[in-house]
């Protein structure tokens, strides 16, 4: 089966990411496909490779990225909810005038129709959010 | 083929659950997880509801979530089944479509 | 865009301005207007505050985005449901809300309402026949 997965929620400050997380890789190690994890509203802070948690804590960036390593998987961080947050690559700091940029190494920036896509090629899409 | 509704709040926090409830039909699945797994507990002002809607529909709690809360399988309505990850994802896939209650 | 034509469903169950979910589920619906697809948009519990008219929002220092729902019908968004039990709760009637409609070009392009008023019972079936439910 096919699954579209949208992250609503930022890391740590709700369980969205995680529960996000988890429901993927269980979905992949069951040999279903991840069609795109699509991130949206404060879901963009997920994309951040700035972020520096606690040593023994979990680091969801990094679990993100190495999943998406491991199984080549397409994760999208929206690029309207990104800008208004601040999260950018590096040519988005250019175009807007920024003196740095801050995306994952893993994550690509784009635009809502990648969520629509999603949505239209996926055989189910999941919503993980507040 | 039923849908699969989500909640993820807890009930006591949010009118997710009850909204939900009201509108899961016959023949449908929720499943409780996150902050969630609260609405599966005995005893509470919800769980009157949540047993008259059992009748209708299945009730799932994810498993891993409820220990994360300490709550034993003990203090959960009897009649909710507790699942996992997998399991979650096999929800999702024999169900037609898939409602996230936020 | 695409040979496959889905039924998407935004479901809308927050109140505007509190917090961005309203005006950032909104931009969804916009941008997935050019992608063909069979949508609706529902609103339950306080996403019925979201097309109350009159909002004025200047002293509050936000962007009023309110009139984008009139806007909707040119996108071709016509299936606006509002949920009756969820106006009655928060003592509101189609009354307190903006006027919606959409132009159809079926029929010489007479002008109709989009808001579909519905109980609580026909919503959950509508709701049940969709392929996607986007929530925000």
Redesign the interface.
Known sequence: ?K?GI?V?EGPYNH??SD?AY??T???L??G?EIFRVFF??DGVYNGSRLGVPPQDDRNITELWEALAEEHDLDLVVCV??AQRRGVLDASESKRNGKDADNIAPKFRIS???Q???A???SE??????? | MAMLHTVNKSPFEKNTLDSCIDHALKGSSILLFEDGVYGALKGTTIAGKVLQAMGDVSVYVLGSDLRARGLSEESIIEGIKITDYPGFVDLAGSHANVQSWL | MSEIIKKFMYVNRRAPYGTIYALESLEVVLIGAAFDQDVSLAFIDDGVFQLTSGQDTKDAGMKNFSPTYSALGDYEVTKIYVEKESLEERGLTLDDLQDLKYEDEDEDWAEKDSIRLVNRAELAKVMDEQDVLLSF
């Open positions: 089966m699954f949208q609503n369980q969205s529960s988890q429901f890789k269980a979905a190690e069951k279903h949206y509203h309207a909810a635009g809502l129709g969520l629509i896509e949505g239209v090629q189910r899409l999941l919503v993980f959010g507040d």
